[in-house]
């Protein structure tokens, strides 16, 4: 599966709430959110022990949530800075990295970001300025290669969600796990 991002807002009067205790404000299950899923009822198993069992429902809506994936990772070069620039403000939406510990029973600590009302804003404004990733940047060869289109669609989306955050006067909270 992998590591993956997903951010969700917290109301801007809950900041501090957020930043005391991110969980509440994350959903149970980011990528079940991200990917629709609902549990098989355990009338429809036939017989079959229940388990964490679920399909993909189309016509379920998505949470109120961003889902980058692993593309996080491109947008993390793209908007860092290149050498002897500094960050976009963009950056603060995808800084960090979970840690991982390889001991004695492999574990991650997911990293875990509270933007506040006025991070959203600036990231929101910002995103405006970022010109769409065209087939040929070197960027899309991190890790998995993408393309265009996809990190693309991505880029809009975070736009979209972080214009409507600012919009509503949210901060947001986000997991990279």
Known sequence: MGIRYYAYPV???????ARRDPSPFLGVDPLADAWRLVPVPPEKLGGIRPGRLSYIDPDKPRPTMLYL???????????SGGAGESARESYALVEGEPTMSFAEGYSCTPWLRVLDVAHTAAIAADLRQVDLVADDNPL??????????????????ARMFMADRAAAGDGVVYTIT
Do not use: E, H, M
């Not at 109301?11 to 709430?17: F, V």
């Not at 692993?70 to 070069?77: E, G, I, L, M």
């Open 11 to 17: 109301p801007g009067d809950r900041i501090d709430d």
């Open 140 to 157: 899309l060869s991190r890790g998995l290669t993408w393309s265009a289109p996809v990190i693309n669609d991505y880029l809009v989306t």
């Open 69 to 79: 994936d692993k593309a996080y990772r491109v947008f993390q070069d793209l908007f």
